[in-house]
Nanobody
Framework: VQLQASGGGLVQAGGSLRLSCAAS????????MGWFRQAPGKERNFVAAISDRLYSEYADSVKGRFTISRDNTKNTVYLQMNSLRPEDTAVYYC???????????????WGQGTQVTVSS
């Protein structure tokens, strides 16, 4: 599975962005898909994930603001980010696994990351 993330950019606080992650390879629909983020000098943290059965989980810091979804016909997972805050600034990575939703160490495939910068 190869993953290509896109959609990052510069946005003012309170604005919105939608990230996309396109997957190549077979059996996309059988994978759990996750989004993680890493700010400068900090660890990579879980943001949101959606299972193969469309169950989703979110980090507390993004609940009510971010929404993860997937379109299996397009082999793509999305992260809709609303009410963005400066603390959301990070490189966002998409990832795929069959083993977990929230644990980054158990994700097997990673995209290259897309920068999100939120100005105050």
């Amino acid at each position: 599975v190869q993953l290509q993330a896109s959609g990052g950019g510069l946005v003012q606080a309170g604005g919105s962005l939608r990230l996309s992650c396109a997957a190549s390879g077979r059996f996309f629909s059988s994978y759990n898909m996750g989004w993680f983020r890493q700010a400068p000098g900090k660890e990579r943290n879980f943001v949101a994930a959606i299972s193969d059965r469309l169950y989703s989980e979110y980090a507390d810091s993004v609940k009510g603001r971010f929404t993860i979804s997937r379109d299996n016909t397009k082999n793509t997972v999305y992260l809709q980010m609303n009410s963005l805050r400066p603390e959301d600034t990070a490189v966002y990575y998409c990832a795929a696994t069959k083993r977990t939703l929230t644990r980054s160490s158990m994700y097997d495939y990673w995209g290259q990351g897309t920068q999100v910068t939120v100005s105050s």
